[in-house]
Structure formats: structure tokens, C-alpha cells
């Protein structure tokens, strides 16, 4: 199954943990070598690769003299500028040591929030891959503070895949795949080898694990499988640690979980939408206007919003929540706060005689617009 699955992989990204390539002491060289002398050879194969590498702070903390993790912020940011220098000077060694060469792209969530810095980031990733030049991606810790943040680099793997168009992700985990139990507490716990979709079942067998050294859990790596998934692209979670994991895998040895992609995958501005561009406000949508919109695939008329929250402008991204707040849809909007409030309610014909001038009739054109529950598959 995997050889079919497999076959017509030509760009991947590989995301790598910061526990498969550090450990309380620091970075371990020979763990990156290992992994980027595997990365080499996928390259030697014909096959485009990009890599979200974390691992900066656990890298960096220990040239300040810190043990475990670091308490405060600015200790965080600190290390992470250290530890980012060693992290892309060791993958840098092994890659021209066998000819090849590495680009380093440090990204926050405001790059690719808008649209023009997104799709630059895209068009700078392209031309890497095209001179034979493999990205690695790490956000840019230095300078984020928690509202603009990823979360967790499993996420941004995620945003990376569909920026760049990847036909699969690949997470390199400390652990083997998802378990149906934790094998930590129960020996009996059996590896899960392929997820048709994650649902909610699924992401309770995750649970809260969490890895000493980096931010996510199995958790996270199986929401970031689950865009990836809408975006039409399977997802492998299996242990990085293990000798060789990339080469085998593409030997078509089963190992670890394979999340298979959704049948229908969004367009690549709609998973923009969906994923990388941040939400600004609510709008509360009566029953006749979130029937229309998830049932009969219509756009958001003024008449359907029966309530706003927060503020935004044209052109942001908001919500569309039922009227309990919540989430059914996200989408585009065509008007702003104080636009949509005295427009609510109302028919489109009436627009241009309240406001005196009419962008469209809908508030939220299909076009712009993303189910973030297709059968009960919510996106966050
Ligand atoms: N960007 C962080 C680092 O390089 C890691 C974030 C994560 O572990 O998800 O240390």
C-alpha cells in the first residue's frame, strides 16, 4: 500500500523534532548528519526536500549556561538565536560535504498571514528548489511573542507543506507513530499503522504527550496531519530516531502512522485561508444563512449575519459562528465592521441605499470562503 502511496512523491517536506536531534546536553551533531546524509540521499534520488528543523532553543540554551527549559521569554529568544546558528551549520556540513547546499528561512505567522508576504516566501522557496537548494524552515524565534506564534513547529510544517505544494509530510517524532494507548503507561499498546481521518477518537489516542525538549505533543502532530490532509496531502509520523528512517521509508518499509489525505483537497487559496491567514473577528450567522452556506454551498449574504464580534477591515478574515459562537466557516470579508453593522440583517439590494455605494451583494463570496466543518472535521 505504501509503494502506491509513495510512488508519485516528488516534493516533501520533513519536519524534525527538536528531541530527534537534541538532548538535555545540547545539540547532537551526529544525529543531524545522520538524518541530513538520509535527506541527501532522497536528493540523490531525484526528490526535492524541505526541512522544518526545530531544535534552536534546545540547542542554544545550554551557551547560557541553562539547564532544562528556559524560564523566561527573552532566555527562550536568546537561546534560539544561538542554537539556530549551530542547527544550519551542521546540516550545512554534511550537505556540502556530499555536494549539495542548504538556505536557511526563519518565518513568523504574520509572514504568512498576508498574502503578499506569503506568496513572496512561496516564490523565494521555489527558486531555492529550483537552483537544488534545500530550505530549512524554523520559525523565527528571536522575534515572535506568543500572539503572533505558530505554536509549535508541527503546525508550521503543516503551513509549509501547502505553501510550497508538497505531496507529502513527513514528522520526525521521538516515538514510533501514533499508539492506540500511551506505551508509556501500558506495555499492551499497539502501534496504529494508516488513519483514514483524524478524528476526534483519534486525537483523544494522542492525548496531551509532550516531549521534554520541544513544544508539541502527538497531539499536535496529528492537527498538523489533519491540514495537511485537507490540503490533499498524507502525512508519516514515525521515529526519527531510528537508523536510516527517511531511506526506508522510501524503500517502502511500513513503518510508523500514515494520515491519508482527504478526498477532496482545497484549492491553494482556500487553504491559505483556511490555515495561514490569522482570523480577525466573528460574525454570528442565523440558521437560513449557515444552512445556505454549508448545506446549499452559497455565499454569506447580509441578510444571514445576525451578529458581529471584534473588529475588522475589509479584506480580513473572519469567522462565521453560529449563532451559540460556534465555528462553521472562515472566509474573506467584503466589508468592514462598521459596514457589516449597519448592513446586517438587511437584503443585498438594499446595500447601496444604506451605505451609498455597494462592493457585492455577499458579505463573504463563496470564493472566499472555507468550511472548517466538512463532516464534522474541524480545521483548529
Ligand atoms: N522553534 C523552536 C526551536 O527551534 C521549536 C518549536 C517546536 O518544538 O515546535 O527550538
Redesign the pocket.
Known sequence: MREALLAHVKRVVVKI??GVISNAAGLENQQVAAIAEDVCALLDRGLEVILV???????GKGQLGISGRPQTIPQKQAA?AI??TL?IRAYKETFLARDYNVAQVLLTRDDLSNRRRYLNARNTMMTLLEYGVTPVV??N?TVVVEEIRFG???N?SALVTSLVEADLLIILSDVDGLYDSNPADNPQAELIPVVERVTPTIEAMGGSSRGS????GMI?KLKAAKKAALSGVGTLIVNGRSPHILTRIFADEEVGTYVLPAQSRLTARKQWIAFSKKPRGKLLIDEGGRQAVIKRGKSLLPSGVCGVDGGFERGDAVRLCDRDGHEFARGVISYSLAETLQIMGKQSVEIEKILGYKYRDEVVCRDNLVLTVAGKEEIE
Do not use: F, P, W
Open positions: 523534532g527538536s528543523s526545530s531544535g534552536a532553543v534546545a540547542a534560539a542554537g539556530q542547527i524554523n520559525e524565534d509549535d513547529n508541527d508550521l525538549l520541544g513544544t508539541g499536535t
